[in-house]
């Protein structure tokens, strides 16, 4: 039993490591978010300042904590500025993913374990996220750290609970330090759970209370030393990165109605592949399971079930009601879909596909990924690296975008500033503009090496500006993308 045990363990590793690693960097930084998160954290490694998260020089950058950009720039501290060490947090987080999910299966329904654990590292979206740097899975891993923490103190042997759920409070604090509020949706499920099937164990509100203090002692000094330094960022955090995302669509991320079943239902469907059959069965039978946990004694009995359905729908339900929507908000609820799935799974006696299927769909999984290496995007900042050394082989010290989406991975790529201007000079929020700064403003600097980026439909308005101000500006090659790449020098005095 042992060695069929260690077998097991040793190919779902293989496994993991596998579709966690393979063709880790091969892949350009894609912009905009991956562009925005290793910017952030390559200033921070460069300047050294790392409780103020910038853009660049002139712009602070504070739509996140610090947590996630603290994780790239340490590992491109140790491994190199490169794609793949700028991924490095990402992969990271999928695996200890994998190994919580084994965890928590093997305490709320032995002899799951492994295929939760499989389940959850071939699922699609877990996968495709593991290759793509935001802040979702750092937060996700460490939600659900949290989650096995609190299962190991209300499930467990009984030792250590105390020690459990000082680690359930430190992790939230981690959390809460990569995406700010987001990060305590699990606690609206063991909340729940505590409520509809009282732990059996004797109230203890005196390690609630050190578990808060805890988590306060670890989750708030960056935003208090931050809040100090900055006025009105309080009031920039609690308004724009909290209530407006709640209640409006001012960033633009599917506010309709139905903007819900719009992202979040393909994002399940199509991201729990190739498991979602399990998901579907599932669903039909929570119903009759709801109708039963209408007793308390059922509710007891079926505590493990009963709080994987909250850690799944509860946090859902926010993310559904919440104006704004995207399809990585909903990561962190495919390790209780993972555990649901291989639930349902070993209830229906159904074992893991062999083993040569599996490898067959990882393959394809490695494979996709390769493809997206060569797939034809605009957002790819290797390849707009490629362009402006093409056309300025020199040393290229900033790279300024007019009136266009900053391409903020060529912070990676070429090692350059990344700023974006405006034509006019406009008024703008303090906290995170939309530009950096207007271009009468930067050409005043006088800074060498740079080199400038406009749609190409927007050049002769520029020429205009241009000779405006008192400047000329030199094309450098043809176009790249509908826009034309150029320097600007002063204009010769007769």
């Not at 109605?257 to 991201?271: C, F, R, S, V």
């Not at 993972?338 to 490695?366: D, F, I, K, S």
Request: with cysteine.
């Amino acid at each position: 039993m042992r060695a069929a045990l260690r077998s097991s363990s040793l190919w779902i590793a293989a496994l993991a490591l596998l579709l966690a690693f393979g063709f880790l960097g091969s892949r350009g930084i894609w912009d905009p978010d991956e562009g925005r998160y290793t910017n952030v954290a390559l200033n921070m490694l460069d300047s050294g300042d790392w409780l103020n998260p910038q853009r660049n020089d002139d712009t602070g950058h504070w739509t996140k904590p610090p947590l996630t950009y603290w994780a790239i720039a340490a590992s491109v501290a140790v491994f190199g500025q490169n794609t793949w060490a700028a991924r490095l947090p990402a992969a990271l987080s999928y695996l200890l993913c994998v190994w919580l999910a084994w965890r928590c299966a093997r305490r709320l329904q032995p002899g799951t374990e492994t295929t939760a654990a499989v389940v959850y590292a071939t699922m699609l979206l877990p996968v495709g996220a593991a290759q793509f740097m935001t802040t979702d899975f750092p937060m996700a891993a460490l939600q659900t750290l949290a989650v096995s923490a609190f299962i190991e103190s209300r499930f467990g042997t009984g030792l250590h609970r105390q020690r459990w759920l000082w680690l359930m409070w430190a992790a939230y604090a981690a959390a809460f330090l990569a995406k700010g509020p987001p990060a305590l949706l699990p606690l609206l499920a063991t909340i729940a759970l505590q409520w509809l099937a009282p732990s059996p164990h004797p109230r203890r509100w005196l390690l609630v209370l050190s578990g808060l203090v805890l988590f306060l002692a670890l989750a708030l000094p960056w935003y208090v030393a931050v809040t100090a330094g900055h006025p009105g960022l309080l009031r920039y955090f609690l308004g724009a990165e909290v209530v407006e995302r709640m209640v409006s669509d001012k960033f633009g991320r599917h506010g309709e109605w139905y903007g819900w079943l719009q992202i979040y239902a393909p994002t399940l469907l199509l991201g729990m592949l190739p498991w979602t059959p399990a998901l579907w069965r599932w669903a039909r039978g929570l119903p009759a399971r709801l109708r039963r946990w209408r007793d308390p004694a059922a509710r007891r009995a079926d505590a493990p079930s009963l709080l994987l359905t909250l850690w799944l729908l509860l946090p859902l339900l926010v993310f559904c009601a919440a104006q704004s929507r995207l399809p990585l908000y909903i990561l962190p609820l495919f390790v209780p879909l993972a555990l649901l799935a291989a639930q349902q799974r070993h209830g229906e006696g159904r074992t893991l596909p062999a083993w040569p299927r599996l490898a067959a769909w990882a393959l394809l999984l490695v494979a996709l990924r390769v493809a997206s290496a060569y797939w034809p995007t605009h957002k790819n900042a290797a390849e707009w690296s490629d362009a402006i050394l093409a056309r300025h082989p020199a040393p290229v010290a900033e790279v300024v975008f007019v009136e266009d989406m900053a391409r903020y991975g060529l912070r990676l790529h070429l090692d350059a500033e990344v700023e974006k201007l405006s034509l006019l000079p406009l008024h703008q929020s303090r906290f995170n503009p939309d530009y950096d700064e207007d271009l009468a403003t930067e050409l005043a600097e006088a800074e060498a090496d740079v080199v400038y980026v406009a749609k190409q439909a927007l050049w002769p308005q520029l020429q205009e500006r241009f000779t405006a101000l008192g400047y000329r500006a030199t094309l450098l090659g043809a176009p790249y993308r509908d826009r034309v790449i150029f320097q600007v020098q002063p204009q010769a005095t007769p």
